[in-house]
């Protein structure tokens, strides 16, 4: 099965928790703070490999999580950093934020790695608080969140040259028979409804990939038929074989059909160099053929009569083919990939407050229950400092503004707390 889209769910390691803890060693008197800090969470990298062809992969898997950082340990030991995640994708992978519909990446080299999530950050234990002034911190902090993001994958099929032609033109039967392709071959339009990549090899060992491209018609660029869902793959060709079935009651048209179809997808596309591949000629009599080879020699420099059932003049063709390999070089595909934000913005500051009844309150966000975690209700000092963050953040106006009164219960993760003026 081809797969060349699917989107897939990333979320990136939390950062591990600081830890309040204390030097207790025989002899050492007033040891002081010794709470380590917590581990980062791990990263989420997307890895573009020549090891796959499709993203058939994510069909099975579409949720990836990096590994979480470790709390901290006492005596100042820092919590071990979660293992980043490396997601592997085929060369020509296109990613997208789902959230904003950015493109964030375009894997188009073997090896090229893009951070997708960044891990959120381990918090620091009671030990770095310390100062001249305050020897006897009582409070941590919490790691920070991970990321999760939802992206789409996008792959671009990289061939050297894309096979076009109307459908039954006779695409798989030549791909099958100049390659190591084996598609379905059948009588019947549609036959190919995924792309077949086919490896040519030529004299010197070396070879090079023939795209065979499902059948188009017109109005594939509306997405008629088999739609533009198969003419983004012929973009990072470095030119097309446009074959045409002589049997066809208008040749001519038909090639012309389908060149309004690139052009209207892009102009880009249009303007790619084209050989012509006059299929079928062994079930059309001398004088139709030379009547179509100078037709279209009136269009194009390079056209050929070819028989890809059997096999007459195919292999002068795939000589010249060889030498276009050779001539004409990549083209250079400029995906406009913009500033990606999300793959290290992780704040989770935003909350939310609830009354739940006449006389309670819940204030719930990511970072305020975070904090909340690594805070003791019976630690007078930790519960100081929560309260002035909770007062930086506007909780507290926010309180007002949903009508509470002194008196009143506030919950907050596991703390509860009577709200005073």
């Known amino acids: 099965m081809f797969i060349d889209k699917t989107k897939i769910k990333v979320q990136s390691g939390k950062g591990g928790n600081g830890i309040v803890a204390w030097r207790r060693e025989k002899y050492v008197d007033k040891g002081g703070p010794a709470g380590g800090n917590g581990g980062k969470g791990g990263d989420i990298y997307f890895v573009a490999t020549e090891d796959l062809s499709t993203l058939m992969d994510f069909q099975y898997q579409s949720v990836f999580k990096a590994e979480n950082g ?227 020699k009136k269009i194009a420099n390079d056209v050929f009569l070819i028989s890809a059932a059997t096999g007459e003049n195919i292999k002068d063709f795939m000589y010249f083919i060889e030498g276009k390999v050779e001539e004409i070089p990549k083209p250079i595909i400029d995906v406009e990939v913009e500033e990606d934000d999300g793959a290290t913005d992780n704040d989770d500051s935003s909350y939310s407050v609830y009354k739940v009844d006449k006389h309670t309150f819940i204030v719930e966000g990511g970072k305020i229950f975070r904090l909340a975690n690594v805070t003791d209700g019976r630690n007078t000092e930790q519960l100081y400092r929560f309260q002035n963050i909770l007062k930086s953040m506007g909780v507290f106006d926010a309180l007002k503004a949903s009508g509470i009164q002194e008196g009143d219960i506030v919950k907050i993760g596991h703390l509860e707390f009577e709200y005073l003026f």
């Not at 997601?87 to 790695?113: F, H, M, S």
């Not at 023939?210 to 198969?230: R, T, V």
């Not at 208008?250 to 790619?272: D, F, G, M, R, T």
């Open 70 to 296: 470790e709390n901290g340990y006492i005596k100042t030991q820092h919590g071990r950093c979660g293992k980043d995640l490396f997601i592997k994708v085929p060369v020509g992978t296109i990613i997208k934020d789902c959230a904003n519909g950015k493109i964030i990446a375009d894997l188009a080299k073997e090896g090229q790695t893009v951070l997708a999530a960044k891990g959120g950050r381990g918090g620091r234990g009671n030990a770095c608080f310390a100062t001249a002034q305050k020897r006897a911190p009582q409070f941590c902090e919490p790691g920070e969140s991970g990321i999760e993001r939802t992206l789409e994958l996008e792959l671009k099929l990289i061939a050297d040259v894309g096979l076009l032609g109307m459908p039954n033109a006779g695409k798989s039967t030549f791909i099958s028979n100049v390659s190591s392709a084996k598609p379905k071959i059948a009588d019947y339009p549609f036959t190919t409804l995924i792309p077949h990549l086919g490896v040519v090899k030529k004299d010197n060992g070396d070879g090079y990939v023939i795209a065979d491209i499902p059948g188009l018609i017109e109005g594939a660029s509306e997405g008629i038929g088999l739609g533009h869902e198969f003419l983004r793959h012929v973009e990072r060709c470095r030119f097309l074989i446009h074959l045409v079935d002589l049997t066809a009651d208008n040749p001519i048209n038909n090639y012309n059909v389908i060149n309004q179809e690139l052009k209207k997808h892009s102009e880009q596309l249009a303007s790619v160099y084209q050989v012509i591949a006059l299929n079928k000629i062994d079930a059309v009599d001398e004088e139709n053929q030379n009547h179509y080879l100078a037709e279209f």
